[in-house]
């Protein structure tokens, strides 16, 4: 365990980590340092937790000892120890402390889920103002959800973290703004392109090779499927599971009841509902309803189905890498929710609209095309116009991968590295 904690400390050394990409999260974190309350990140496996944290400790050690901070990444084997008694934590604290001849005032916990009951302990040390700031990660939505979670209440703080945004992926190649990006356009056609087959995740951004790219992928989604669906849910039937995973990968954006997918792949409709829950808590899978006023009706209409990152889908089936369109949906959704949105429906009655996000009591219409042109142009204009209409939209947008114009004073038509500026 010693060797573990020094491991994982090299910041006790006074070097910063080399982390080449920042992520916007930080100005948050950074934001919230003074307060009191527990900084809690959730996301999916290998979006940029442990990174973010350490790039956490590269601003902390500019003005504290660095010997103060301990880091502990729980997915760690060597802390297998603690997974059934998490008492045992305060044994890495004193261990820590022994090593640094140092007292510790920053505790930074990576994948804490892997601990039972964990929620006692942090509990036990925020009360009693042991430490100046408790900051962890967790890789289930449901890390708050326990029973002895509600011992928490009122005492932290969330941070959902993701797969890079565009704006972040940007930023890294200094295409921070307009003139930039108008002046690199086949370098952003070429990164836009390689983003929507292989996605964004940290590692992937950062490999050229496209065969490579494709394998971290699938050990990522693989890992995913294993460690925090099966194994973390105590999944027996993984045979059924993996064969959902499967068939939902190779269905995304498509309409879909939990009955229809029953017959489609042999597995009872109970089931597909739990697995599709599964999926969700794990960060991997988004759910969006039909809009409607009444929550009734959102619940018992058709369902569709996003993934977080574009690579997770492209490592299930490398033909559908070929379908642009899909592909191109899938990314637009991931964005949308990179933004910050939470609300997120369709449209789907006489035409259809593939976006409607609420956000500050408004509607946003959004609908998806990889390329305008003469055959599909009305048809997208249509389906805006009717969800405008019904809704009382003032504005909407159709996003493209490259291609912008001005539709009318109500529509416009903007390319995806753009769309960010829709929600701000």
């Known amino acids: 365990m010693e060797n573990a904690i020094l ?29 009191k309350e527990i900084q809690i990140i959730s996301g999916i496996r290998r979006s940029g937790k442990s990174s973010l944290l350490k790039l956490y400790i590269n601003e902390l050690i500019k003005t504290v000892n660095p010997l103060s901070i301990l880091f502990v990444n729980f997915d760690d084997p060597n802390f297998s120890g603690v997974y059934q008694q998490p008492q045992n934590i305060y044994n890495i604290v004193e261990i820590a402390e022994r090593l640094t001849q140092t007292k510790i005032n920053y505790l930074l916990f990576d994948e804490i889920q892997m601990v039972d009951g964990w929620e006692k302990y942090v509990k036990s040390i925020y009360d009693a103002d042991a430490y100046k700031k408790i900051c962890i990660t967790g890789s289930n939505a449901k890390l708050l959800n326990s029973n002895y ?10 941070h959902q973290i993701y797969p890079l945004s565009l704006n972040e992926i940007f930023t890294h190649y200094n295409l921070d703004n307009k003139l930039a990006v108008l002046q690199n356009k086949p370098d952003v056609f070429n990164m836009l392109d390689h983003v929507m087959k ?9 490999k050229s090779d496209q065969q490579l790219k494709h394998e971290i992928a699938t050990n990522y989604f693989d890992s995913i499927l294993v460690k925090d669906c099966i194994v973390n849910k105590n999944i027996r039937d993984s045979k059924s599971f993996k064969e959902l995973s499967f068939y939902l990968f190779t269905n995304i954006s498509s309409l879909y009841s939990y009955n229809s ?17 599964t999926m969700s808590d794990s960060f991997l899978i988004y759910e969006i309803a039909q809009f409607s006023y009444k929550v009734r009706q959102q619940i018992k209409s058709k369902r569709k189905m996003y993934c977080i990152d574009n690579g997770l889908i492209s490592a299930v089936s490398l033909n559908f890498s070929e379908n642009k369109g899909k592909l191109f949906e899938n990314l637009v959704f991931s964005e949308i929710i990179k933004s910050g949105c939470k609300e997120i429906f369709f449209y789907n009655e006489n035409k259809e609209c593939d976006f409607l996000i609420k956000k500050k009591n408004k509607l946003i219409a959004i609908q998806v095309c990889y390329e305008i042109n003469k055959t599909n142009k009305e048809r997208e204009i249509l389906g805006l116009e009717e969800v405008m209409k019904t809704f009382s ?20 038509v903007i390319p995806i590295y753009e769309m960010s500026n829709i929600f701000e």
């Open 7 to 35: 491991l994982h400390n090299k910041h006790w050394q006074k070097t910063p980590y080399d982390i080449p990409i920042q992520r916007d999260l930080l100005k948050k974190l950074l934001r919230y340092n003074t307060a």
């Open 149 to 158: 979670s509600k011992l928490l209440s009122g005492r932290y703080i969330t």
């Open 198 to 206: 292989y996605g964004s995740f940290p590692e992937i951004i950062n």
């Open 261 to 277: 997918i029953s017959k489609a792949t042999g597995i009872n409709d109970i089931s597909v509902k739990e697995y599709i829950n």
């Open 393 to 412: 939209i003032d504005k909407s947008f159709i996003i493209t991968f490259l291609q912008s114009e001005k539709v009318n004073k109500n529509i416009s």
